[in-house]
C-alpha cells in the first residue's frame, strides 16, 4: 500500500474508532491499543511499528497520526482532569464524516476487524487495555525467537513489567484471552509435564 492510501486508511480508522466506540469518545490509550490489536491479532495493515513501552505497546506514529486526525477536524481532543492526574477525549470533529468516507473502502474492507475490537474491547479501561495489550506482545514476541511459553512463565513475564498489576489479575487476563483465542503461543503447562 502506498503512503498516501496508508495515511488517509490510518486517518479514516481514527475517526471510525472514535466515532462508533461505546462511549462517543476515546482515550489515547484506547486508541493506540485499539491499533494495537487491529493490526497484530487480526492483521490489518496499518505499518505501525510497535515495541514495548511503560503503558504497553506503542508507536510515536499514532500520535502523530492523531495529531494529523486533529489538524483536519476529523477528530478533537479535550484534556480530561481526574483526581490522579489527567486524560484525554478524543471525540469525533466536524470533518470526522468525510474523513470516514474518504477510508471507506479500506474499512469496509476490514469492518468485521474493526467490528470485533470494539465489541471485544470497546468497553474496557485503559488499565486493562494497557494490561491486556501487554500480554499479547509478550506471546507474539515469545513466538518470534520462537520459545514457547507456559501461562505461568507469560504470567511472570508480564508481572516483571508490569509490577503495578497483582499476580492473580494478570492470570485472570491471561487466560481470558487464550480461551478468546489471542495467544498462540502460550501454553497451559510445560511439554512433558
Not at 479535550?78 to 477510508?103: F, H
Not at 475490537?117 to 509478550?138: K, N, R
Request: aromatic residues 8%; charged residues 20%.
Amino acid at each position: 500500500m502506498d503512503w498516501n492510501k496508508l495515511q488517509e486508511t490510518r486517518l479514516a480508522l481514527i475517526a471510525e474508532l472514535v466515532s462508533r466506540s461505546p462511549a462517543g469518545h476515546i482515550g489515547r490509550t484506547a486508541l493506540m491499543k485499539f491499533c494495537y490489536l487491529l493490526q497484530v491479532v487480526r492483521g490489518v495493515p496499518l505499518g505501525y511499528h510497535f515495541t514495548l513501552y511503560s503503558y504497553g505497546p506503542f508507536d510515536s506514529g499514532v500520535l502523530s497520526d492523531l495529531s494529523t486526525a486533529e489538524t483536519l477536524k476529523a477528530v478533537e481532543s479535550t484534556v480530561v482532569y481526574y483526581g490522579g492526574g489527567y486524560g484525554y477525549q478524543i471525540k469525533k470533529g466536524e470533518r470526522g464524516d468525510a474523513i470516514i468516507q474518504s477510508g471507506r473502502n479500506l474499512l469496509d474492507l476490514h469492518k468485521e476487524s474493526i467490528d470485533w475490537v470494539l465489541s471485544e474491547f470497546g468497553s474496557h479501561g485503559s488499565a486493562d487495555l494497557e494490561l491486556e495489550s501487554t500480554i499479547v506482545y509478550a506471546d507474539r514476541e515469545a513466538a518470534k525467537i520462537p520459545e514457547k511459553l507456559t501461562i505461568p512463565t507469560l504470567v511472570q513475564r508480564v508481572r516483571d513489567v508490569k509490577p503495578r498489576f497483582v499476580e492473580s489479575y494478570i492470570l485472570e487476563k491471561v487466560l481470558s484471552l487464550r480461551h478468546n483465542g489471542l495467544l498462540q503461543n502460550t501454553q497451559p503447562v510445560a511439554a512433558g509435564s
